[in-house]
């Protein structure tokens, strides 16, 4: 494995959408602070993932790693499914 393989970023996030074909929307959740009122808060970013294998469900724990661009919004890529929907 390569310096640039082993350096990607990774996230973890829950499918929210698997309509598409071989890709799926992953939301990832982060705690941060507010800066004037120090509430803790929740940000949501969506990202739009690589399912090649059309393996991912909708509520799907995933990691998701970075890879060089696959369309328009696509720059992720599911790495593994951490623990499937109920």
């Given at each position: 494995m390569s310096e640039?393989?082993?350096s990607r970023k990774?996230?973890?996030g829950v499918v929210t959408s698997d309509k598409m074909d071989k890709s799926v929307v992953v939301r990832t959740t982060r705690l941060m602070k507010h800066k004037l009122y120090g509430k803790i808060v929740r940000?949501?970013?969506k990202y739009?993932?690589?399912d090649p294998n059309n393996?991912?469900?909708i509520g799907d724990r995933v990691l998701i790693e970075?890879?060089?661009p696959l369309s328009k919004r696509k720059r992720w890529r599911?790495?593994?499914i951490i623990e499937r929907a109920v």
């Open positions: 640039k393989a082993k990774t996230k973890i940000r949501n970013v739009m993932a690589d393996e991912c469900r970075e890879c060089r599911v790495r593994q």
